[in-house]
Nanobody
Framework: QVQLVESGGGLVQPGGSLRLSCAAS????????MGWYRQNPGKQRELVAVLDTGGLTKYGDSVKGRFTVSRDNAKMSVYLQMNSLKPEDTAIYYC?????????????WGQGTQVTVSS
């Protein structure tokens, strides 16, 4: 089985910072793209940031210049540094990875971690 486990969510004031972490574990042959999406109730899940194995990154328009995605392949982990947080960044943040496991390959998601930006 493959698991993605997030940590680092919580409550922060507007203008503050948070760092999310996500570690992959299980029967993993290799990892391709890793990153983060977010979702609020009644809305579609949206891209926050993804990073491929070549270092190419893609960010959602609303987080460009404020958030930074990074990864540690040796630790099978991906991180999201969030600065200058705004109330509209409030959401459940989901870790994402495209994982090769045995003969299979596909999208995997973490359980989600709540980020709340409020004074």
């Amino acid at each position: 089985q493959v698991q993605l486990v997030e940590s680092g969510g919580g409550l922060v004031q507007p203008g503050g910072s948070l760092r999310l972490s996500c570690a992959a574990s299980g029967s993993i042959r290799s990892l391709d793209s890793m990153g983060w999406y977010r979702q609020n109730p009644g809305k579609q899940r949206e891209l926050v940031a993804v990073l491929d194995t070549g270092g190419l990154t893609k960010y959602g328009d609303s987080v460009k210049g404020r958030f930074t995605v990074s990864r540690d392949n040796a630790k099978m982990s991906v991180y999201l540094q969030m600065n200058s947080l705004k109330p509209e960044d409030t959401a459940i943040y989901y870790c994402y990875a495209y994982i090769f496991s045995g003969p299979y390959a596909g999208d995997h998601w973490g359980q989600g971690t709540q980020v709340t930006v409020s004074s």
